[in-house]
């Protein structure tokens, strides 16, 4: 079966892997995650991934703690390795090969990040997975994932929420809202719509690096998005 990408990162919150719990990971939301990834795999398609890390810290929230902003991020960062483990071993479990590249040298858990290598494992169909953001404080996840899919020449960013597109509002506090099939970037800034931090979103749109935001948790989206079919909404330069 032909695919629309031949390489993708796939941009997953750390919120996402809570499932209906209030703070953690939920094994059942990994498994879900495992088994829709494996599906995508199968199509060909080459992944990788970066995960957020607010289901175990978020550094912006530690700020009000009494926690230096910069020393909140570090700990933000350690959080996406956690959960960049997790996935990998559900991964691993449902019979995947991953590599799990950090930012921060931890040598005992993961490779440090490389990007020929990052581009090798890809090559060579392995799931890989980018931990600890871009290693810098001050930079979000969606700033890591930007950056990593314009390093490894990905062809898309896709990124997996709860709501199956972009809208002209919060679907969940406005019924009247309407979803965007396809929007420029220059129209997500002008309606001022939250799609990515601005740094990572501006540098997307330098790069010409398409964004499809769509609803991960409904069964088979991925790999429907990835055939051809239309799943979310598309944010490209024209």
Avoid: W
């Avoid at 406005?174 to 719509?193: C, G, H, M, S, W």
Wanted: net charge neutral; glycine share 10%; charged share 20%.
């Amino acid at each position: 079966m032909p695919v629309q990408y031949k390489r993708i990162l796939l941009k997953l919150s750390g919120e996402s892997l809570m499932g209906s719990q209030q703070y953690g990971i939920d094994a059942a939301m990994l498994q879900q995650y495992a088994a829709e990834i494996k599906q995508a795999a199968a199509l060909g398609v080459e992944i990788a991934i970066v995960i957020g890390g607010g289901n175990i810290f978020r550094g912006m929230r530690g700020t009000g703690s009494g926690i230096d902003r910069a020393q909140g991020d570090y700990m933000g960062m350690l959080a996406t390795v956690i959960n960049g483990m997790a996935l990998q071993s559900a991964l691993e479990n449902a019979g995947m090969y991953t590599r799990l590249l950090s930012a921060i040298k931890m040598e005992q858990i993961c490779e440090p990040y490389i990007r020929r290598r990052a581009m090798r494992h890809l090559e060579k169909g392995r799931i890989v997975i980018f931990g600890a953001g871009t290693g810098n404080p001050y930079f979000t996840t969606d700033t890591a994932a930007s950056l990593r899919a314009v390093e490894v020449e990905a062809d898309v960013i896709l990124k997996g929420t709860r709501v199956d597109g972009i809208y002209t509002a919060d679907p969940e506090k406005d019924p009247t809202a309407t979803r965007y099939d396809k929007i420029t970037f220059r129209e997500v800034y002008q309606k001022n719509l939250n799609v990515m931090d601005m740094t990572a979103f501006t540098l997307c749109e330098e790069n010409r690096l398409p964004i499809i935001v769509f609803d991960m948790n409904k069964q088979g989206n991925l790999s429907a998005l990835l055939s051809g079919e239309q799943v979310g909404t598309l944010v490209s330069n024209d």
